[in-house]
């Protein structure tokens, strides 16, 4: 069912866990699978200097998240919001059809956490609720 690549990253996540002082939070579920997904993004002057991860899901959340965590550690927070759901499927060499889902809760609680990030910055509320996919 699925690739070795898609394997490896579910049985050796990276990012597990949750940023110290983070500076955005996105959490997202999927109701039909039971999936949620929570990102944690550390961001100093518009770069994500650390991601991490915690999901309850099946091994396609885990390996998308894992990657989607790596993939943006690095970038601008412009270039983290560009990143899709395909980016992170290339990225583990494809994933089934049935579970492309996951790839798209990645996505979004990357976005999430960077709406998150900014809505503080702005002197909005922080983020509590899980966004439904």
Not at 8 to 26: H, I, M, R, T
Not at 55 to 80: L, P, R
Not at 113 to 120: H, R, V, W
Request: proline residues 2%.
């Amino acid at each position: 069912m699925y690739n070795e690549k898609v394997m490896d990253a579910f049985q050796n996540p990276k990012n597990v866990g949750e940023v110290e002082n983070y500076d955005g939070l996105g959490k997202v579920g999927n109701a039909a699978c039971g999936d949620i997904m929570q990102i944690t993004l550390k961001i100093e002057n518009d770069i994500i200097t650390d991601a991490k991860f915690k999901t309850f899901g099946c091994a396609a959340a885990i390996a998308t998240s894992s990657t989607a965590t790596e993939m943006v550690k690095g970038m601008t927070i412009d270039e983290a919001l560009k990143l899709t759901n395909k980016a992170v499927v290339e990225k583990l060499e494809g994933l089934p059809p049935q579970k492309l889902h996951c790839s798209v809760l990645a996505e979004e609680a990357i976005k999430a956490a960077i709406e998150d990030y900014e809505n503080k910055k702005s002197g909005g509320t922080a983020a509590t609720e899980i966004k439904t996919v």
